[in-house]
C-alpha cells in the first residue's frame, strides 16, 4: 500500500505560481493513474489533473493552459506546476493514485493552497 504525502501548498497572490509535489513511498511504476485532486470549502472534491504511465495528462478546463502535471518514475514523485493562479483555486489539494492490480485507490492528505486577490 502506497503512502503519499505532498508538499508546496502555500500562499500566493493572484497571477502567482506554486508547484506541488506528491512523494510515494514506494516505486509508482504499477501506479497507471495518479493525480490530483481539490476540495474548496462546502464544495465536493473534485479533479484538477491526472496523468497516465505513458505520460498523457488530463486536464479539467478551469486548469487548461495554466497547470502543467508531470510524473518522475524514477524519484517516484508526481508534480503540479500551477501559474496564473486565481482566488478561486484556493482549496486543499490532494494527490491519487490509482493501481490497477490488485485494484486500489490511494489519497495523499492534502495541502492547501491559498490564492489573495
Known amino acids: 500500500q502506497v503512502q503519499l504525502v505532498e508538499s508546496g501548498g502555500g500562499l500566493v497572490q493572484a497571477g502567482g505560481s506554486l508547484r506541488l509535489s506528491c512523494a510515494a513511498s514506494?516505486?509508482?511504476?504499477?501506479?497507471?493513474?495518479m493525480g490530483w485532486y481539490r476540495q474548496a470549502p462546502g464544495k465536493q472534491r473534485e479533479l484538477v489533473a491526472t496523468?497516465?504511465?505513458?505520460?498523457?495528462?488530463n486536464y479539467a478546463d478551469f486548469v487548461k493552459g495554466r497547470f502543467t502535471i508531470s510524473r518522475d518514475n524514477a524519484e517516484n514523485t508526481v508534480y503540479l506546476q500551477m501559474n496564473s493562479l486565481k482566488p478561486e483555486d484556493t482549496a486543499v489539494y490532494y494527490c491519487?493514485?490509482?493501481?490497477?492490480?490488485?485494484?486500489?485507490?490511494?489519497w495523499g492528505q492534502g495541502t492547501q493552497v491559498t490564492v489573495s486577490s
Open positions: 514506494t516505486n509508482i511504476f504499477g501506479y497507471n493513474t
Open positions: 491519487y493514485a490509482r493501481h490497477d492490480f490488485p485494484p486500489g485507490d490511494y
Open positions: 496523468i497516465f504511465s505513458g505520460d498523457i495528462p
